[in-house]
């Protein structure tokens, strides 16, 4: 065999045990990342509820219909748009006599119910307590929900992905300094969950609206939004 082949072979086998003692040098890791925020709301979502009774439906209908409208035309007033006004829910059903199951007798109808829910978007939530307040005196007789939230959560979303994955990196190159080594490249990634956690105003009721104008006014405070964002990644070391 030539010295030429020799060394060629020596060679190649040289480079075959380079390159094998490189790839096992590689350690693979998976990391989970995590981030969590707390951001003040800047919108607030309120449904009013008018409940109207009567002795037949047309009536509760007809008497619901006029509440329903001073309520409107009160938000109206306080310089809300149409826009941000919409029925989120119309409800009509009977009132039956209650003496009549205790007693075994066949239910019998003795009135009706009307339920119109009125949802107003407002984008000053320092303002809550006021629309509430307008709204109770001009006939609304329940609040069935408050809620608080952001107008957009884009610029939220990317704030916790980036932060998410900045944990993840930071416990891979941890992970690569006690093991003497450094994190070469990310593989791959994968978003989890991106979770939005927005406070809810406990369940406010008020039956009859004529209490309103012997109460003081109503005060909310809106609370933070609770933010959580979770991802995965895979990186390698040497």
């Known amino acids: 065999m030539s010295k030429l082949k020799i060394t060629t072979i020596a060679f190649l086998c040289l480079l075959l045990f380079a390159s094998t003692t490189f790839a096992a040098d590689v350690t693979t890791a998976t990391l989970q990342g995590t981030s969590h925020m707390e951001v003040a709301p800047d919108q607030a979502i309120v449904t009013f509820g008018i409940t109207s009774n009567a002795d037949s439906s047309e009536t509760a209908r007809n008497t619901n219909a006029v509440t329903s409208n001073a309520v409107q035309q009160k938000l109206l007033d306080l310089n809300f748009t149409k826009d941000q006004l919409h029925t989120s829910q119309f409800v009509v059903y009977p009132i039956y006599n209650s003496d009549n199951e205790k007693s075994g007798k066949p239910p019998a109808i003795i009135?009706?119910?009307?339920?119109?829910d009125l949802t107003v978007t407002i984008d000053d939530v320092s303002l809550v307590g006021n629309v509430i307040d307008a709204a109770l005196s001009a006939g609304a007789n329940?609040?069935?929900?408050?809620?608080?939230?952001?107008?957009?959560?884009?610029?939220l979303k990317r704030s916790l992905l980036s932060d998410a994955v900045q944990d993840a990196l930071t416990k891979a190159d941890a992970i690569a300094?006690?093991?003497?080594?450094?994190?070469?490249?990310?593989?791959?990634?994968?978003?989890?969950?991106?979770?939005?956690?927005?406070?809810?105003a406990p369940r406010y009721m008020l039956?009859?609206?004529?209490?309103?104008?012997?109460?003081?006014?109503?005060?909310?405070?809106?609370?933070?939004?609770?933010?959580?964002?979770?991802?995965s990644l895979v990186c390698e070391m040497q």
């Open 142 to 155: 329940q609040v069935t929900s408050v809620h608080f939230k952001k107008k957009s959560d884009s610029n």
């Open 207 to 231: 039956m009859d609206s004529k209490a309103v104008g012997n109460s003081s006014s109503t005060s909310l405070s809106s609370g933070m939004i609770i933010a959580n964002g979770s991802i």
């Open 177 to 200: 300094t006690a093991l003497g080594k450094h994190v070469t490249k990310v593989t791959s990634i994968e978003e989890h969950s991106l979770d939005f956690q927005s406070p809810e």
């Open 111 to 116: 009135g009706y119910r009307v339920s119109n």
